[in-house]
Every structure is written in C-alpha cells, then in structure tokens.
C-alpha cells in the first residue's frame, strides 16, 4: 500500500492525476468511481485538467441507492453525471440495479476488467455500500444499508429517515479484482477508520481492511485524516 499524504487540495490533485494517467495509457479502459463529499473534489479537479481521453472510457458507478426515480438529484448516478461524467464527455456508463446485479459483474469482465477503481470510504470503514461484517468474496448485489451509514446520508436526504433501506453495490471481490485502487479521505473524523485501515487486522468488520491485500493501492490523505497513522 503507498500512502500520500498532502491538503486536500494538492491530495484531490494528486488522484485527478492518476485517474488521468490511466485513461492516457489505457485508453477506452473500464474505471469505477464512487460518488461522495470526497471524491467531489477529485473529480472537479479531473474536469478542469480537459483529458480527451476520459471520454473513451467506460465508467462503472460503484453502488447505488434502490427505490429512487432515474434523475432523482440525489441518486450517485446523477451525482457523478453532474460532475465528472458530463464534464469529461463519458457516454458508456454503467450503473447497478437491482434487476440487474448479477450480470454487472460480467459486464465488468466482458471490458477486460477494471483499470481503476477510485473510492471514499464510511467512518463504519464501508467502501462502496459493503457494510461491515459483508464477506470479503462478495460481488455486487443488493444490501441492506446500516444506521451509521443512512446517518452519513442523511443531510443529502433531509434526515436519515429518508434515505433508502438498501442500495446495490459492486462486492469486495469485485472492487479487489480492479488492477489499481486509489482511495481518497478528508478530514479528522476519518481518522480513526483509516488507523484500522493501515493498523489493523485484516476483517470483514472493517470492509476498506480487504485493501491491505491490494497490490496496486493507493492511500490518498489529508493531513487531518492521516493524523493517526503519523
């Protein structure tokens, strides 16, 4: 695992680089991105670099929520549309459902496989929507959403009693068998989860821990979030 540890500017510089990188050198290549708080800044940085290339690549949203209308502003999928998908000029695009969960995997493969997968991660330590406890040979399905995650929603949902009771999200063996992970947190209420990430054993209670095993990942911080592994 390479650590990076930068402000959250340079840090959101930094992966818009990689992420770049990858599509120059691999171009029409499948990436995985996660919508977020963090990852929007990476992905407002990659829209400002202008890469033509980004545009031939094929992009997988990492997880979902279930129940919402196609457009519903708070969907992941719209998200990443409003930020990075429109911005880039990425038209192949491939968002899980529920229908459709057990051929997302395949379509994955039928693309060579994932060059990149970029990621947040949960104060729980979920990646995508897999939940503590979720088994690390997992891919992607349907899950029931913890409290501690519908709280981290809950402001872009009006209170967590809104957000939806489940989500489809790629598996940890799918976010595993990307050829290069980058995963990117901010702030000092990471701190603690990203600690475990780099300290701990490697569990199913701690889902991001599975990373460890990683032989191209990339731990992107800032300093607050790093302050517990300094």
């Known amino acids: 695992m390479k650590i990076i540890i930068n402000s959250a500017d340079k840090i959101s510089e930094i992966a818009a680089t990689m992420i770049a990188d990858h599509a120059k050198a691999h171009p029409g290549c499948a990436m995985a991105f996660a919508a977020g708080r963090t990852t929007k800044r990476v992905y407002q940085a990659l829209a400002a670099m202008n890469v033509k290339e980004l545009a031939g690549c094929k992009a997988f949203t990492v997880c979902e929520f279930e129940g919402l209308e196609e457009g519903d502003k708070r969907s992941c999928a719209y998200r990443l549309n409003d930020e990075l998908y429109s911005k880039v000029g990425i038209t192949n695009i491939f968002t899980p459902t529920a229908d459709d969960a057990d051929k997302f995997d395949a ?19 979920h990646i995508g929507f897999n939940e503590p406890a979720t088994p690390y040979d997992s891919y992607t399905r349907s899950v029931l959403l913890t409290d501690k995650t519908k709280q981290m929603n809950a402001k872009l949902f009006g209170g967590a009693e809104n957000v939806p009771d489940k989500a489809v999200t790629m598996g940890l063996k799918t976010i595993c068998e990307a050829k290069n992970v980058i995963l990117v947190a901010f702030g000092s209420e990471k701190a603690e989860i990203i600690h475990q990430l780099v300290y701990g054993k490697t569990t199913t209670y701690v889902p991001a821990a599975m990373l460890q095993m990683h032989m191209n990942m990339t731990l992107l911080l800032d300093e607050e979030a790093a302050e517990k592994i300094k």
């Open 107 to 125: 379509e994955i493969e039928s693309c060579g496989g994932l060059e990149l997968a970029v990621l947040g991660i949960g104060t729980n330590g």
